[in-house]
């Protein structure tokens, strides 16, 4: 983690071990390994850290977010949640260990701490049961959701290239 507040958080969200629950982390692995982002922009791997993201999220001024995100869309459909449309809302918990992205969002909003701008971009699941591999309706859109999120950190300024290109090197 960089030492000085990044202006934007690209965060990989979900658990690897309940298929495609594990696709935000999919999507950060092909962008970290097929892009080079600025300086100011940091990739977290997310995972299923919770509220541990919380701080992170309030220093940011930017935050997009990597997931599969269950929109009631049909398996693989890619999805953008931006500001607004992304859910902020507290429910009932039966353990801490089940804060999840909305929670965070409730919680930073109500302190005041939430990102100027939020995005969320991922598809929608087919399956989210034990096991490593994703379904291919969410494999098979990996590559389109970098590209989603490529277009995303390039309206916010900050424009990434290919990682193989020796200009970054």
């Known amino acids: 983690m960089n030492s000085a507040v990044p202006s934007v958080l690209v965060i990989g969200l979900g658990n690897p071990l309940m298929r495609d ?7 950060l692995e092909r962008l970290r390994d097929s ?6 922009v940091e990739l977290v791997d997310g995972g299923t850290w919770g509220i541990r993201l919380l701080p992170l ?14 929109h009631g869309a ?7 949640l931006r500001g607004p ?23 930073a909003l109500l302190r005041g701490t939430s990102p100027a701008d939020l995005t969320a971009v991922g598809a929608q699941p087919a399956r989210v049961e034990p096991g490593t591999e994703l379904t291919p309706a ?7 959701v970098v590209a989603l999120a490529m277009s995303q950190l ?16």
């Open 21 to 27: 629950d594990g696709f935000g982390l999919a999507v």
């Open 154 to 169: 390039e309206a916010w300024g900050h424009p990434c290239s290919p990682a193989e290109d020796p200009a970054c090197a």
């Open 57 to 70: 999220i309030e220093n940011a001024k930017r935050v997009l977010f990597l997931d599969a995100v269950d």
């Open 35 to 40: 892009r080079r982002v600025p300086p100011e």
């Open 74 to 80: 049909a398996p693989g459909t890619p999805v953008v």
């Open 85 to 107: 449309d992304l859910p902020h809302q507290l429910s009932l918990k039966l353990s801490s260990h089940q804060i999840d992205l909305r929670e965070m969002l409730a919680v």
């Open 138 to 144: 969410l494999a098979d859109r990996i590559d389109e």
